[in-house]
């Protein structure tokens, strides 16, 4: 169980055109996701946090105007990355976890994002 | 607020022989700890996790850890070390149910045949 899809798996994208990465919790409803950036041997960044119905809350330095985050449903968060830029390329993580006192997250298998 | 330092971005183990990770954190509150592993390119998979209660606790693929209070630490080791067991490993550190997670810098793990 707590399973936790992302799709695409890797997306190639032309410097100045947007992508929309999905995230899917498939067993379970996700009161709350987490989006995550990790480069190249480096730890992951979270850069905001999202409970369902409500407006993403922001980590510092992360340009809310750039990566917009949706999360309509209990099920679904999407990230999406505007007028992407090559230093926009990394890899992207995301996470959900539900209000039962479990204390962990469940993290999706990521998604390369080159922009050339 | 909340940190986690990983000690060795780099440990080296042979073939069954123990596998000690480093975790040390900072937090003002009572923390829940966590190590999770990722293979490359991919998510992040959790190997255990400390909440409350018993301070030994025991994860997947063998691996345990232990929350020692008083010397801020949660060092993940495993007596024998596997060939899969070659991975990068993360500490890291949440103050409450569905909080956010503050992640160490990672350490890659190498197994020598």
């Known amino acids: 169980g707590a399973v936790v899809s992302q799709h695409p798996s890797w997306v190639i994208c032309k410097s100045g055109t947007s992508v929309k990465i999905e995230c899917r919790s498939l067993?379970?409803?996700?009161?709350?996701m987490f989006w995550y950036r990790q480069f190249p041997k480096q730890s992951l960044m979270l850069m905001a946090t999202?409970?369902?119905?409500?407006?993403?809350?922001?980590e510092q330095g992360v340009e809310k105007d750039k990566f917009l985050i949706n999360h309509a449903s209990l099920t679904l968060s999407t990230l999406t990355v505007t007028s992407a830029h090559p230093e926009d390329s990394s890899f992207y993580i995301c996470?959900?976890?539900?209000?039962?006192?479990?204390?962990?997250?469940?993290f999706g298998p990521g998604t390369r994002l080159t922009v050339t | 607020a909340q940190s986690v330092t990983q000690l060795g971005s780099h440990v080296s183990v042979s073939e069954g022989a123990l596998v000690l990770l480093r975790c040390n954190y900072s937090s003002s509150v009572p923390p829940y700890l966590f190590w999770y592993v990722q293979y490359p390119n991919q998510g992040l998979q959790l190997l255990l996790k400390y909440t409350t209660g018993a301070t030994l606790v025991k994860g997947i693929n063998g691996f345990e850890a232990e929350f020692k209070k008083s010397e801020t630490s949660f060092h993940l080791t495993k007596p024998s070390a596997h060939m899969s067991d070659a991975a990068e490993y993360f500490c890291a550190v949440s103050v409450g149910y569905g909080n956010k997670l503050v992640f160490g810098a990672g350490t890659i793990l190498r197994v020598k045949s």
């Open positions: 999202s409970n369902e119905g409500s407006k993403a809350t922001y």
């Open positions: 996470s959900a976890t539900w209000t039962s006192g479990t204390y962990e997250q469940y």
């Open positions: 067993d379970f409803q996700a009161t709350t």
